[in-house]
Protein backbone atom coordinates (compact mmCIF):
# COMPACT_ATOMS: atom_id res chain seq x y z
CA UNK A 1 0.00 0.00 0.00
CA UNK A 2 1.19 3.56 -0.34
CA UNK A 3 3.09 5.30 2.28
CA UNK A 4 3.10 9.07 3.38
CA UNK A 5 3.08 10.85 0.53
CA UNK A 6 4.44 14.65 0.91
CA UNK A 7 4.44 17.26 -1.82
CA UNK A 8 6.06 19.42 -2.83
CA UNK A 9 9.41 17.73 -2.20
CA UNK A 10 11.39 20.89 -2.24
CA UNK A 11 10.30 24.52 -2.00
CA UNK A 12 12.02 27.75 -1.91
CA UNK A 13 10.30 30.71 -0.62
CA UNK A 14 11.26 34.47 0.27
CA UNK A 15 11.31 36.06 3.66
CA UNK A 16 8.00 37.34 4.21
CA UNK A 17 5.95 34.96 1.79
CA UNK A 18 3.84 32.12 2.79
CA UNK A 19 3.72 28.52 2.28
CA UNK A 20 1.59 25.66 2.34
CA UNK A 21 2.76 22.16 2.57
CA UNK A 22 0.59 18.81 2.01
CA UNK A 23 0.73 15.02 3.78
CA UNK A 24 -1.36 12.26 2.39
CA UNK A 25 -1.94 9.68 5.17
CA UNK A 26 -1.69 5.92 4.80
CA UNK A 27 -5.20 4.99 3.47
CA UNK A 28 -6.81 4.24 6.69
CA UNK A 29 -4.39 6.15 8.83
CA UNK A 30 -6.70 8.82 10.94
CA UNK A 31 -3.96 10.87 13.11
CA UNK A 32 -1.61 12.94 11.29
CA UNK A 33 1.30 14.91 12.68
CA UNK A 34 4.39 17.58 11.68
CA UNK A 35 7.62 17.59 12.72
CA UNK A 36 10.39 19.79 11.97
CA UNK A 37 13.84 19.17 11.56
CA UNK A 38 16.84 20.61 11.32
CA UNK A 39 20.74 20.37 12.29
CA UNK A 40 20.20 22.68 15.81
CA UNK A 41 17.38 21.44 16.99
CA UNK A 42 16.65 17.87 15.61
CA UNK A 43 13.03 16.57 15.23
CA UNK A 44 10.40 18.95 16.86
CA UNK A 45 7.04 18.11 17.32
CA UNK A 46 4.61 20.86 15.26
CA UNK A 47 0.83 19.45 16.00
CA UNK A 48 -1.06 16.57 15.20
CA UNK A 49 -4.33 16.06 14.30
CA UNK A 50 -6.85 13.41 14.40
CA UNK A 51 -10.35 13.63 13.27
CA UNK A 52 -10.01 16.94 11.44
CA UNK A 53 -9.52 18.26 15.25
CA UNK A 54 -6.19 19.61 16.62
CA UNK A 55 -5.25 17.41 19.19
CA UNK A 56 -1.69 18.33 20.67
CA UNK A 57 0.19 21.53 19.65
CA UNK A 58 3.57 21.87 20.14
CA UNK A 59 5.92 25.04 20.90
CA UNK A 60 5.98 27.41 18.02
CA UNK A 61 4.77 30.65 16.88
CA UNK A 62 1.05 31.09 15.47
CA UNK A 63 2.88 31.46 12.41
CA UNK A 64 2.85 27.64 12.46
CA UNK A 65 -0.98 26.23 11.68
CA UNK A 66 -2.28 23.12 10.37
CA UNK A 67 -5.30 21.58 9.40
CA UNK A 68 -7.26 18.11 8.65
CA UNK A 69 -9.51 16.86 6.02
CA UNK A 70 -12.29 14.91 6.17
CA UNK A 71 -10.28 12.10 4.02
CA UNK A 72 -7.25 11.82 6.47
CA UNK A 73 -4.99 14.71 4.53
CA UNK A 74 -3.15 17.43 6.11
CA UNK A 75 -1.81 20.64 5.00
CA UNK A 76 0.20 23.13 7.40
CA UNK A 77 0.68 26.83 6.63
CA UNK A 78 3.48 29.33 7.68
CA UNK A 79 2.86 32.62 7.07
CA UNK A 80 5.73 35.64 7.30
CA UNK A 81 8.79 33.27 6.34
CA UNK A 82 11.62 33.85 8.48
CA UNK A 83 15.04 32.29 7.58
CA UNK A 84 14.69 30.55 10.35
CA UNK A 85 11.78 28.38 9.29
CA UNK A 86 14.32 26.46 6.63
CA UNK A 87 14.08 23.29 7.77
CA UNK A 88 12.80 19.45 6.80
CA UNK A 89 9.24 19.32 7.58
CA UNK A 90 8.28 15.43 8.06
CA UNK A 91 4.09 14.70 8.34
CA UNK A 92 3.57 11.10 10.11
CA UNK A 93 0.25 9.13 10.09
CA UNK A 94 -0.77 6.46 12.87
CA UNK A 95 -3.67 4.36 12.45
CA UNK A 96 -5.32 5.60 15.88
CA UNK A 97 -3.78 8.44 18.08
CA UNK A 98 -0.89 6.90 20.37
CA UNK A 99 -0.68 3.53 18.43
CA UNK A 100 1.72 1.68 19.78
CA UNK A 101 1.99 0.41 16.18
CA UNK A 102 4.27 3.81 15.77
CA UNK A 103 3.84 6.08 13.11
CA UNK A 104 5.01 5.95 9.78
CA UNK A 105 6.69 9.17 8.36
CA UNK A 106 6.99 10.63 4.58
CA UNK A 107 9.64 11.85 2.74
CA UNK A 108 9.39 15.11 3.78
CA UNK A 109 9.70 18.88 2.50
CA UNK A 110 12.26 20.74 2.28
CA UNK A 111 11.63 24.57 2.94
CA UNK A 112 14.59 27.24 2.29
CA UNK A 113 13.53 30.49 3.21
CA UNK A 114 15.89 33.17 1.47
CA UNK B 1 8.55 16.96 31.78
CA UNK B 2 9.10 14.77 28.77
CA UNK B 3 12.74 14.53 27.79
CA UNK B 4 14.71 11.98 25.59
CA UNK B 5 18.45 11.95 26.40
CA UNK B 6 20.69 9.91 23.30
CA UNK B 7 24.02 10.49 24.94
CA UNK B 8 26.21 9.84 22.27
CA UNK B 9 25.87 11.94 19.11
CA UNK B 10 28.45 9.73 17.28
CA UNK B 11 29.24 6.24 17.62
CA UNK B 12 31.50 4.07 15.53
CA UNK B 13 32.46 0.16 15.67
CA UNK B 14 34.14 -2.51 13.52
CA UNK B 15 31.96 -4.86 11.64
CA UNK B 16 31.16 -7.97 13.88
CA UNK B 17 31.55 -5.89 17.04
CA UNK B 18 28.73 -5.47 19.86
CA UNK B 19 26.98 -2.05 19.34
CA UNK B 20 24.90 -0.44 22.30
CA UNK B 21 23.00 3.02 21.30
CA UNK B 22 21.82 4.63 24.42
CA UNK B 23 18.83 6.19 25.44
CA UNK B 24 17.28 7.77 28.33
CA UNK B 25 14.09 9.20 29.00
CA UNK B 26 12.52 11.28 31.54
CA UNK B 27 8.46 10.70 32.01
CA UNK B 28 6.05 10.93 34.62
CA UNK B 29 3.76 7.65 33.90
CA UNK B 30 4.02 4.90 31.64
CA UNK B 31 5.55 5.46 28.54
CA UNK B 32 5.56 4.31 25.13
CA UNK B 33 9.13 3.84 23.41
CA UNK B 34 10.49 3.63 20.05
CA UNK B 35 13.81 3.84 17.94
CA UNK B 36 13.55 4.81 14.87
CA UNK B 37 16.55 4.67 12.11
CA UNK B 38 17.23 6.96 9.13
CA UNK B 39 19.70 5.35 6.35
CA UNK B 40 21.07 7.88 4.36
CA UNK B 41 18.88 9.88 1.65
CA UNK B 42 15.76 6.94 3.21
CA UNK B 43 13.18 8.55 4.94
CA UNK B 44 12.63 7.99 8.64
CA UNK B 45 11.50 4.81 9.83
CA UNK B 46 10.35 2.70 12.57
CA UNK B 47 12.61 0.08 13.78
CA UNK B 48 11.45 -1.47 16.78
CA UNK B 49 8.82 -0.42 19.74
CA UNK B 50 8.92 -2.04 23.25
CA UNK B 51 5.96 -2.80 23.67
CA UNK B 52 5.94 -5.67 20.89
CA UNK B 53 9.86 -6.92 22.63
CA UNK B 54 10.51 -8.06 19.02
CA UNK B 55 14.18 -8.24 17.46
CA UNK B 56 14.01 -6.40 14.05
CA UNK B 57 17.32 -6.91 11.58
CA UNK B 58 19.18 -8.57 15.04
CA UNK B 59 18.34 -5.22 16.90
CA UNK B 60 16.68 -5.35 20.63
CA UNK B 61 15.77 -3.20 22.66
CA UNK B 62 14.77 -3.69 26.66
CA UNK B 63 12.45 -1.08 28.28
CA UNK B 64 14.22 -0.39 31.97
CA UNK B 65 11.92 1.30 34.09
CA UNK B 66 14.32 1.59 36.86
CA UNK B 67 17.19 3.16 35.30
CA UNK B 68 14.44 4.74 32.21
CA UNK B 69 16.46 3.58 29.89
CA UNK B 70 15.34 2.11 26.01
CA UNK B 71 19.08 1.07 24.82
CA UNK B 72 19.33 -0.62 21.46
CA UNK B 73 21.81 -3.32 20.99
CA UNK B 74 22.73 -5.74 18.34
CA UNK B 75 25.33 -8.53 19.03
CA UNK B 76 27.22 -8.45 15.61
CA UNK B 77 27.14 -5.20 13.70
CA UNK B 78 26.76 -5.04 9.89
CA UNK B 79 28.54 -2.31 7.72
CA UNK B 80 24.61 -2.09 6.53
CA UNK B 81 23.55 -0.67 9.67
CA UNK B 82 25.46 2.37 9.35
CA UNK B 83 22.50 5.00 9.75
CA UNK B 84 21.03 7.65 12.02
CA UNK B 85 18.99 5.93 15.16
CA UNK B 86 16.43 8.14 17.36
CA UNK B 87 14.88 7.45 20.58
CA UNK B 88 11.32 8.10 20.76
CA UNK B 89 8.78 8.56 23.22
CA UNK B 90 4.70 8.75 23.25
CA UNK B 91 2.21 8.06 26.05
CA UNK B 92 -0.56 9.82 28.01
CA UNK B 93 -1.17 13.50 28.22
CA UNK B 94 0.90 13.26 25.46
CA UNK B 95 -1.06 10.92 23.15
CA UNK B 96 0.13 11.23 19.56
CA UNK B 97 3.36 13.12 19.69
CA UNK B 98 6.65 11.75 19.79
CA UNK B 99 9.67 12.97 22.12
CA UNK B 100 12.40 12.67 19.64
CA UNK B 101 16.10 12.52 21.30
CA UNK B 102 18.90 13.96 19.36
CA UNK B 103 19.92 11.16 17.52
CA UNK B 104 22.82 8.76 17.00
CA UNK B 105 25.18 8.31 14.11
CA UNK B 106 26.47 4.98 14.03
CA UNK B 107 29.02 4.33 11.25
CA UNK B 108 30.17 0.59 10.99
CA UNK B 109 33.35 0.36 9.60
CA UNK B 110 34.77 -3.15 7.40
Not at chain 1, 64 to 82: A, D, H, K
Not at chain 1, 83 to 106: E, H, I, M
Not at chain 2, 36 to 43: E, G, L
Request: with cysteine; charged share 20%.
Amino acid sequence: KAGVTQTPRYLIKTRGQQVTLSCSPISGHRSVSWYQQTPGQGLQFLFEYFSETQRNKGNFPGRFSGRQFSNSRSEMNVSTLELGDSALYLCASSLVRGSDYGYTFGSGTRLTVV
Amino acid sequence: AQRVTQPEKLLSVFKGAPVELKCNYSYSGSPELFWYVQYSRQRLQLLLRHISRESIKGFTADLNKGETSFHLKKPFAQEEDSAMYYCALSGGSTLGRLYFGRGTQLTVWP
